[in-house]
């Protein structure tokens, strides 16, 4: 069974860091290509940031280039994104999915972690 369970959201303000984790279980990490997604109250699902299927290339979303880094430890199965120079637009639901290094088309998403970002 696929699972994805993802942690570290929480409140900080405006230029604040954050770093997410996502453990990873139920099928082999590193073959499948890995994303960070997230929905913003309101709004539809956003792709992050990803990494392609060999974990070799990582690519992000013009609204956080800069400013989000994502990064994985392969010998526990997890992947981060590490959040800095937070604004007030980044405010979402944070989710790790599965399948997918470029857009919002995964296979599986754990159940999100909530960022907010607010004075």
């Known amino acids: 069974e696929v699972q994805l369970v993802e942690s570290g959201g929480g409140l900080v303000q405006p230029g604040g860091s954050l770093r997410l984790s996502c453990v990873a279980s139920?099928?082999?990490?590193?073959?499948?290509?890995m994303s960070w997604v997230r929905q913003a109250p309101g709004k539809g699902l956003e792709w992050v940031a990803g990494?392609?299927?060999?974990?070799?290339?990582?690519y992000y979303a013009d609204s956080v280039k800069g400013r989000f880094t994502l990064s994985e430890d392969n010998a526990k199965n997890t992947l981060y994104l590490q959040l800095n120079n937070l604004k007030t637009e980044d405010t979402a639901m944070y989710y790790c999915?599965?399948?997918?290094?470029?857009?919002?088309?995964?296979?599986?998403r754990g159940q999100g972690t909530q960022v907010t970002v607010s004075s």
């Open positions: 139920g099928f082999p990490f590193t073959m499948y290509a």
């Open positions: 999915v599965q399948g997918t290094s470029r857009n919002t088309n995964y296979n599986y």
């Open positions: 990494v392609t299927t060999d974990h070799d290339t990582t």
